[in-house]
């Protein structure tokens, strides 16, 4: 069963990032919890292995929109939002990468 990347949603995550579980965000009373690793595609790995993460946070928004072109203009507060939720993911993250097989 593929397992997909947690930051494009590519259907091929390779890389396992081990994490702590936290509050991405709270919105009218609903509670997003990141629990635990999170999974990565060898593109999205090699951005967080780099520390690139603006290309990271674009690479992550354009995949959603592509999924969902509704959204393309609120392209610029998702932008915001998943900087913000990348960044909660670096300051949890709990030792290196490995390889999922």
Request: charged fraction near 20%; proline fraction near 4%.
């Amino acid at each position: 069963m593929a397992c997909l990347c947690d930051f494009c949603s590519a259907p091929d995550a390779g890389w396992r990032h081990p994490a702590r579980s936290f509050i991405g965000y709270v919105a009218c009373g609903v509670v997003g919890e990141s629990v635990g690793d999170w999974a990565a595609c060898q593109q999205c790995h090699q951005l967080i292995v780099s520390d690139d993460r603006v290309r990271l946070t674009e690479t992550s928004v354009l995949t959603f929109i592509a999924r969902h072109p509704e959204l393309e203009e609120f392209k610029s507060e998702l932008a915001t939002q998943m900087e913000i939720l990348h960044a909660q993911f670096f300051d949890n993250r709990t030792g290196p990468a490995s390889a999922i097989v």
